[in-house]
């Protein structure tokens, strides 16, 4: 069905309805119009990394788990499976009438909001610090959830539109500013690409404010770039109970009536929350007409006739069955074992059985580590240590002590800490080998009144361990057995001591509900490691921009002034990939985009896959990016010594450069192309022993 078409069959049907009808269904718990045969619906869904809050379904690790596989076409097959089991339980639940929370087919996902800074408690949702890889991913788990049928097999939704990282505490009343050239640079490409490549049907608004107007009222944003300059069609939707900050909080509006009719006349047609119960009083106030209250109706009816809610679709057959079916399961599985980085390896992994493990920390054993936030229900859990014990089975032996407390939050744990300390230490001297497994959960990085967080919580004060998952990672360190640091994040730590004394280092993210077996393959080498940092790992939060600074200097790869702990794009294997040769072989004089072949060799002596990376840059043009910006990358799969020759390419639009007018624009017409597994930094360089293939290119 063409929107043409369904949004021809959602007029006529509003038509029909009265304006208290029409009011009715811009709420994201539409009521039913039984004279009319429209059921109840609700708009409310979640699927960041698999279907949330509905049950039980398939999960994938954290979506910052997930932008570390740089694939685009996993991503791609993951947003279709969690399409999938959407459908499944849409299915099964609409057969029992039952249309609740979390039930529809209209899932709020992905959140393509740039994790500018560290201490941003929600970055762990997004795809990490770069626009260009927030877009591949973007596009892809959209073009996945949306499908390619004859109607959609989900509607997707890109959120928080537009610039929103951040500060959690004051989101609901806080301006973020952002110049004209950030903002095309950085903040918007995702949601762009988003929009015109993968025909997104819904946008959600930010709670904050940007550059002076709320997002969810917004006219710069909503009229005139995202309808305007990039023409959206689907539906805009509020974040929950944003549009009364209106009032409230952002004091741009004085009444509830005022705040409904601001974010309806800029678009917003869809309110989750209660603001647009007022809409009437509104109307009959003069606030607004019922030629856009109608509008608005029509927008979300033609996302109902898109998804074949009314007349059927080829999905209505998806069987309950599919719902974390073993295909899917293994896309889960691939999906943890691609997303997990090696960050040091001194040779001690990867791990042999026949050998006593040490297994210690308070994420070891933890089912909240393994999934972060916005996540669903697995039917079963695989923890670090299960996967261990699992793989270890009887050739060996496997020791636990769970070592600390997360995080301390009572003065009677003190003694508890002291005990917990002294078995950990205890376990670490009986062992071959210390698996140390440390980090963070939902609890103490998310959102602000999120499921697991107290109200004004949610980011980080800094980049530390907290402090008893210091204490105890000095003391097993002390012990002097060779110690594997598994961190369980979703964010970047300092690990500052974990590089200096560890004998290797893991980033596993929140793997997923059954990610530690998929750890537990990696640590005793069935696969090996290929994840890349999709953020910058500074050294801490000495110097770093405020938080509520939303230029770009100073932030990121792109703008870093700083050596950091661990780049961007970093990450290594059990083999050993390079780049031994590469050049421009043709450009496309219609799209500007330029085709490299690169040779790339695998001299190590394990089988691995790895991720080519281009960056580019323009020395030349006063509005390049200070250092380099990535603009292609690809996943590569080689065996013990194997050579490839690969093609992989350049959009024409990576040789554009931004103006300070937030104009792209035609860069000097020389850069050079950095080829390799990492970027071309001197700290790249240092930790892998590897320097990017250069090719300039004089691009006019």
């Known amino acids: 069905m063409t929107r043409e078409e369904a949004r021809s ?135 996945g959830l949306q499908g390619d049928g004859e109607v ?17 505490a004051v989101r609901h009343e806080f301006n973020a500013v952002a110049s004209k050239k950030d903002m095309a640079e950085t903040y918007l490409p995702a949601f762009k690409a988003c929009v015109q490549e993968a ?94 209250i109608t509008e608005a109706a029509v927008r979300l009816f033609t996302t109902r006739y898109l998804l074949g809610l009314f007349g059927g679709s080829e999905y209505d057959a998806i069987p309950y069955e599919k719902v974390e079916c073993e295909a899917h399961l293994q896309v889960a599985d691939r999906l943890t074992k691609e997303s997990v980085v090696l960050l040091k390896n001194d040779g001690i992994l990867p791990l042999q059985t026949g050998k006593t493990i040490g297994v210690i920390g308070p994420n070891a054993n933890s089912r909240e580590a393994l999934v972060g936030n916005y996540h669903g229900t697995s039917s079963r859990y695989i923890t670090v240590l299960e996967g261990i014990q699992d793989k270890v089975g009887h050739n060996g032996r496997v020791l636990f002590s769970e070592g600390s407390h997360l995080f301390q939050d009572r003065v009677e744990n003190l003694a508890w800490e002291s005990d917990r300390i002294a078995e950990a230490v205890a376990v670490a001297k009986h062992s071959d080998v210390v698996v140390l497994c440390v980090g963070l959960n939902e609890t103490l990085e998310g959102e602000e009144g999120d499921t697991g967080n107290s109200y004004a919580s949610g980011d980080k004060a800094d980049l530390l361990l907290p402090e008893p998952q210091r204490k105890l990672m000095d003391a097993v360190l002390a012990v002097g057995k060779p110690v594997v640091v598994c961190l369980m994040a979703g964010s970047a730590i300092d690990l500052s001591l974990a590089q200096e004394k560890a004998a290797a280092v893991l980033q596993l993210w929140y793997p997923g509900a059954r990610g530690g077996s998929a750890v537990a393959d990696i640590l005793f080498g069935d696969c090996s490691p290929s994840g890349k940092l999709p953020v910058t790992f500074y050294r801490s939060t000495e110097g770093m921009p405020d938080f509520e600074d939303y230029s770009m200097k100073g932030r990121t790869y792109r703008y870093l002034e700083r050596e950091p ?71 590569v799969s080689l065996a013990a010594g194997e050579t490839k020759d690969i093609e992989i390419k350049v959009p024409g639009s990576a040789f554009l450069v931004v103006n300070d007018e937030g104009e792209f624009v035609a860069g000097s017409g020389s850069c050079t192309l950095y080829v390799g597994t990492g970027q071309p930094d001197a700290r790249t360089a240092a930790l892998t022993g590897k320097r990017s293939v250069e090719v300039s290119i004089s691009v006019r």
């Not at 979506?63 to 076409?73: K, L, R, W």
């Not at 929950?240 to 047609?269: N, P, Q, Y």
Request: with cysteine; aromatic share 10%.
């Open 199 to 292: 025909g997104v049907e819904a946008v959600m608004g930010a709670y904050n404010r940007t550059n002076g107007e709320p997002c969810c009222g917004s006219k710069a944003l909503m009229q005139d770039i995202l309808r305007g300059e990039w023409g959206f069609e689907g539906h805009y939707v509020s974040d929950c109970w944003a549009i009364k900050d209106f009032h409230e909080r952002h004091m741009v509006t004085a009444t509830m009536e005022e705040s409904a009719a601001l974010a309806l006349k800029m678009g917003c047609d869809l309110n989750c929350g209660v603001t647009y119960q007022f809409l009437l009083k509104a109307l009959e106030q003069g606030l607004v007409t019922e030629e856009e």
């Open 565 to 635: 702990l661990y780049p961007f794009g970093y990450g290594l294997t059990y083999g050993d990939v390079r780049v031994e040769s590469a050049q421009a072989a043709k450009r496309d004089e219609v799209s500007g985009d330029v085709t490299l072949t690169a040779s790339v060799k695998n001299a190590g002596s394990v089988s691995t896959q790895d991720v080519i990376q281009v960056y580019i840059k323009d020395a030349n043009s006063p509005y390049a990016v200070p250092n380099h910006s990535l603009c292609a990358f690809l996943r």
């Open 152 to 168: 959609l097999k989900s509607a997707a939704c890109a959120k928080h539109f537009a610039v929103h990282s951040g500060p959690e």
């Open 9 to 143: 069959k959602a007029r006529e049907l509003v038509s029909q309805m009265t304006v208290e009808e029409k009011a009715s269904q811009l709420r994201y718990d539409a009521p039913a119009i039984e004279r009319l045969g429209v059921p109840a619906y609700n708009w409310w869904n979640e699927t960041l990394h698999g279907v949330a809050r509905a049950g039980v379904a398939t999960s994938f690790p954290q979506a910052i788990g997930m932008a570390a596989t740089f694939d685009a076409e996993l991503i791609k097959t993951a947003g279709d499976v969690a399409a999938t089991e959407g459908r499944a339980k849409y299915n099964a639940y609409a057969a029992e009438n039952d249309r609740d929370i979390y039930k529809g087919l209209t899932f709020w996902s992905p959140n393509v909001n740039i994790f500018r800074d560290p201490r941003w408690g929600r970055g762990q949702e997004t795809y990490g610090e770069d626009p260009y890889l927030t877009s591949r991913l973007g596009v892809a788990y959209v073009e």
